[in-house]
């Protein structure tokens, strides 16, 4: 009910919120059409004005003729005017009515002035309702985004609710009493290396600097404490007469130095003495991997571990996970994935996060790709990096991509972070921070 409680909340909140902007957006954009409409009408009517002055039989003529100076456009009422003024200059040479030609000719160059002023005032109006039609359009599109969001979050929850039903369904496994239970539960490591199996079971956590880390939490030991570590070593290798391999390290993950700093974390999953262990201690089937579910979506075993060292982060610092990898369609038939959707705790803004690797990359694609991510955030980018280095190159590909739009620009990566650095201007995990809109 709480996950469906937040839920409904954000979706109410980003629906009204967007109604609220789009309704002003057309609130103004009908106000400047009123105004633009009212100047337009004062200029024809000054025109029309002055021709009835100069030429009052042609006026009379078209009243006649069922065609009223109303109904001349903007340019003949123009043309027939400046006629009327040279056939008046001619006149007033040869009649001495000098004086009447130059305030006639005053006249004409101050409706000049204000014709050439309402013509100016029309085209910033237009260029006005231009910039609130396309603020108006990324709304669209960025409303499109979260609902799709929101219906991707009620399908997780749908598939959790189902995912429960079967935990709790009865499963051939569970009946079974392995020989090596009864050892197990007798050993002195056992409630370090139960404590490993309910760690790795309840969460699904793969990485093991995690593992150790809620492992000391729920212990209540230091992080650094040697035992919990040889806790999971154990797990690693079979021990002869107490229990079987109960854990692995998952094959094809990096070894070497990460390019975020130091080394690559070992990446583990239960095995499947393992799975039957912790069904052993709690009933119930463990959740899925985190490293085997996230692995198919993205483009490597080093990016797929930066997105769960990333996630981390986020939730440590308060914010909710709404979901990972989730596709968003786009109206031009493109579509946004963006690696991690995040939920604002203190404003219930729903946030899409691209997590990004100092490698080689096209450029071409990296531009749509840019574009997308903008259309999708309504111009608000956030992007999780492994280093410096990678920082400084998005941000650079963003402004180059995104060059003549207005966007804000949120970035940060793992290696500052992990030497507690913070924002200087709000102290956030944002280290560099771009306001353009």
Not at 189 to 206: A, C, H
Not at 289 to 311: C, G, K, M, V, W
Not at 369 to 389: H, M, P, Q, R
Request: aromatic fraction near 6%; proline fraction near 3%; include cysteine.
């Amino acid at each position: 009910m709480a996950d469906f409680s937040v839920e409904e909340f954000q979706r109410n909140q980003s629906i009204r919120i967007s109604k609220e902007i789009i309704g002003q957006s057309e609130e103004h954009e009908q106000k400047m059409q009123t105004n633009a409409q009212k100047l337009w009408e004062n200029a024809h009517k000054q025109l029309i004005a002055l021709l009835r002055y100069l030429d009052q039989d042609y006026d009379e003529s078209c009243e006649k003729a069922n065609r009223p100076l109303e109904s001349f456009s903007d340019d003949d009422l123009a043309y027939l005017i400046h006629v009327r003024l040279r056939a008046m200059q001619g006149e007033g040479s040869k009649n001495g009515k000098q004086d009447e030609t130059i305030e006639v000719n005053r006249s004409l160059q101050e409706l000049g002035q204000k014709y050439a002023e309402l013509e100016r005032i029309n085209l910033d109006l237009l260029e006005t309702n231009k910039e609130l039609q396309a603020e108006n359009n990324n709304l669209n599109l960025h409303l499109s985004a979260l609902r799709q969001t929101q219906i991707e979050l009620g399908s997780h929850s749908s598939g959790t609710i189902k995912l429960e039903r079967e935990n709790n369904a009865t499963d051939p496994t569970r009946e079974l009493t392995p020989s090596w239970e009864k050892t197990w539960k007798e050993s002195k490591v056992f409630e370090k290396t139960s404590t490993v199996i309910l760690v790795m079971g309840d969460t699904g956590m793969s990485l093991r600097p995690s593992i150790l880390k809620l492992m000391a939490k729920r212990l209540s030991l230091s992080d650094d404490n040697y035992s919990l570590d040889e806790a999971i070593s154990r797990l690693l290798k079979y021990e002869e007469n107490i229990h079987p391999h109960l854990i692995e390290e998952i094959e094809n993950t990096p070894k070497q130095g990460s390019s975020s700093g130091g080394n690559s974390p070992d990446v583990l999953r239960l095995t499947a003495d393992g799975r039957i262990a912790y069904q052993l201690l709690t009933g119930k089937l463990p959740k899925e991997n985190e490293y085997d579910r996230l692995l198919p979506f993205h483009s490597s075993p080093e990016h797929t571990i930066l997105n769960i060292q990333a996630a981390e982060i986020f939730t440590e610092v308060g914010y909710q996970i709404q979901g990972q990898v989730q596709d968003i369609r786009l109206y031009d038939g493109g579509k946004f994935i963006p690696d991690i959707t995040l939920v604002e705790p203190k404003t219930g803004e729903i946030i899409f996060v691209e997590v990004e690797r100092d490698v080689h990359k096209d450029r071409l694609s990296r531009k749509q790709k840019w574009i997308n991510f903008y259309e999708a955030s309504n111009g608000n980018l956030y992007v999780f990096c492994d280093n410096l280095t990678c920082q400084r190159n998005v941000q650079e590909e963003i402004n180059t991509s995104l060059g003549g739009l207005k966007f804000n620009s949120f970035l940060t990566n793992l290696n500052g972070l992990r030497d507690k650095k913070r924002s200087k201007k709000d102290g956030s995990i944002w280290l560099s921070r771009f306001n353009g809109k």
